[in-house]
């Protein structure tokens, strides 16, 4: 059986995406099989916004560049699959909450800009669940 990761801090998460509203952020997540898709267990926030996969090299997020991302609306989802845009070899990635405070549903967060759908942090933290890819 996979273990289940819940990223919280107090129980809920405090964390302010642009730093103009404060918003509830949790993510949950568990190991998984290699594939073309990762699944979030679950997502918590209270503004619509972005759950973003990124590849990790030497323990740390590959930012700004990710692998996949998907619009949350706010309130819990559970089971949220996200469609991978590179291969993914074994080992483990990122699930990252991303604001959307851009042009609305539209990821804009990336090489060529990172003005729009910032991380969502909290106390200087980025709100993240590692998931570990494994055959």
């Known amino acids: 059986m996979t273990e289940l990761r819940n990223l919280a801090f107090a129980g809920l998460l405090i964390a302010t995406g642009t730093g103009a509203l404060a918003q509830t952020a949790m993510l949950s997540t568990a190991d998984q099989a290699l594939g073309t898709s990762v699944t979030v ?3 918590t926030v209270a503004q619509d916004g972005w759950v973003v996969i990124h590849q990790v090299e030497d323990g ?10 998907t619009y949350v609306t706010a309130g819990t989802t559970m089971d949220v699959p996200v469609a991978l845009t590179e291969a993914v070899e074994t080992g483990q990635v990122i699930a990252m909450l ?4 851009g042009e ?15 991380p969502v942090s909290v106390d200087g933290k980025v709100v993240v669940a590692p998931i570990t ?3």
């Open 98 to 101: 991303h604001s959307d405070d």
């Open 41 to 43: 267990a679950s997502i």
């Open 133 to 135: 890819i494994s055959e």
């Open 60 to 69: 740390k997020p590959v930012v700004p560049t990710s692998i996949g991302h």
């Open 104 to 118: 609305r549903g539209v990821y804009e967060f990336g090489a060529d800009s990172t003005d729009n759908d910032l």
